[in-house]
């Protein structure tokens, strides 16, 4: 047996907050050595907020209703809004980002943190890393994401601060 505990495969709930960054610095401290190793950041825009305001290259929509726009351009808001937000991901992580065990992702849901359990159980994921707090203002011990996690994941959950 190994001295070193090791996982194969580790999520980390990435948004931006220095909690989310020592996160990811743990997980890459935890993570296998092996070719299999994974270590899978995610971040997950609620899908209330994608394009509510914004069109696919940033500018703002004055006021269209949504129920007005065809399915195409929709997804097209949709798609943009995700690989905007996967290169800030990428941007914010610095040379995290061009470690080979190392994958970015982001997706929306109108759960971040169901979206951030049921992920981590596709992806046989056998630990989540993530922050106690995130970007909201309120200070508590725990935020609504990494509380909804804990509550909703099967697997081992480590929050660091
Ligand atoms: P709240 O959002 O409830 O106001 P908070 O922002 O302080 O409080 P959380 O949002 O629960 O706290 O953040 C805790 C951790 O959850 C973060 O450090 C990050 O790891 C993860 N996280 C938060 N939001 C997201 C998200 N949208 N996508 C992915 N991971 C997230
Ligand atoms: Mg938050």
Redesign the pocket.
Known sequence: MSDKLEFKTIV????G?D??KH?LEVARGLIGGSEESRLML?????SGMVGATENVDGTVIDGVPWGLLDYETYKDVVDGALARIKSEVEESVGDAASDPRISIEAIADTS?AEA?AKYAATHGADLIV?????????RGM????????LHSAEMPVLTVK
């Open positions: 980390v709930p990435y948004d907050s909690q989310a996160a995610l971040h997950v825009i609620p971040p951030i993530m922050g106690r707090r995130g970007l909201g203002a309120l725990l935020g609504s994401v990494s509380y909804g996690v």
